[in-house]
């Protein structure tokens, strides 16, 4: 018997963060206890544990607690807006190509394996090196990214149930093909293709931060968490406990989307759903 939501306690602890850190988030103007854009050269690098300052200052004296607690929104938004576009778009293309005919299917999958055959990084630096650098950049790169993947996902569900009887008895009846995907195929593809795309926010947000770590996303001195790390890098051998600070929300939120991720799916798992590994 498969266990109800309050027997699975990681899930519900993974979900509690989840929220908490979105809540944080929408909250920072009140929860920050500094101006993340306020500095002060008499305050510059103080490490944690100071007085008025937990976390301690940056190399221009701004409160590193403030900016990592703003810089949430930026990251979360980078992390969480490419997964739902992409989402979005990748079960469109999955349906396309499971209903239509093969010469769609294959026109389909043969274009998003072009996308899919690059390693995720590469083709994100790729995509963002041709745009302005900027949050904007950073979206649309990632979107072009997971798509693909969410696409499959969608591709493969579609194709497990389009021999179903209660399709055929649809077309049968006269239902076309817009209909058909909609009433039909989405109801049964979308929770498989939503679990999925949970396992990917984890992704995104170390990809915004990579990006924007390398000057190609979100630009100083908008708080982001992986422009903090490049502003803190050179301090990295005399104030490393400042430094990495960045790094480590980085990792707990990864992890935290990655467990609550893999959680979901397990239990959509257990229904008899397949659903691959996040590999890109």
Do not use: C
């Not at 009140?30 to 490490?47: F, K």
């Not at 949050?135 to 693909?148: F, I, N």
């Amino acid at each position: 018997m498969k266990p109800t939501l309050r027997q699975d306690p990681v899930l519900l602890l993974s979900l509690g963060a989840a929220l908490l850190l979105l809540l944080l988030t929408v909250a920072a103007p009140l929860v920050a206890p500094y101006d993340p854009a306020a500095g002060s050269l008499d305050s510059r690098l103080l490490d944690p544990g100071t007085a008025g300052h937990l976390l301690g200052t940056d190399g221009q004296g701004r409160d590193v607690l403030s900016r990592l607690i703003w810089a949430a929104r930026s990251s979360l938004v980078g992390g969480l807006v490419p997964v739902l576009l992409a989402t979005v778009l990748g079960t469109l293309l999955g349906i396309a190509a499971g209903l239509g005919g093969r010469l769609t299917e294959q026109g389909l999958l043969r274009s998003l394996d072009v996308l899919y055959a690059f390693p995720g990084v590469l083709l994100a630096i790729a995509v963002a090196t041709l745009l302005r650098p900027g949050l904007g950049a950073t979206v649309l790169a990632l979107s072009v990214v997971l798509t693909p993947a969410v696409a499959r996902v969608g591709f493969t569900e579609v194709r497990r149930i389009r021999t179903a009887e209660y399709l055929e008895a649809a077309r049968v009846s006269g239902a076309g093909a817009l209909e058909l995907a909609v009433r039909q195929v989405l109801p049964v593809v979308a929770p498989v293709v939503l679990v999925y795309a949970s396992s990917l926010v984890g992704l995104a947000v170390v990809y915004a931060a990579g990006l924007s770590f390398l000057g190609l996303g979100v630009a100083p001195p908008t708080a982001e968490w992986g422009a903090m790390l490049d502003e803190l890098r050179p301090a990295l051998l005399t104030h490393p406990w400042v430094a990495v600070q960045p790094a480590v929300v980085i990792l707990l939120v990864s992890v935290l989307f990655n467990t609550l991720g893999e959680r979901l799916r397990r239990r959509l798992g257990d229904s008899g759903a397949q659903l691959p590994a996040v590999t890109r």
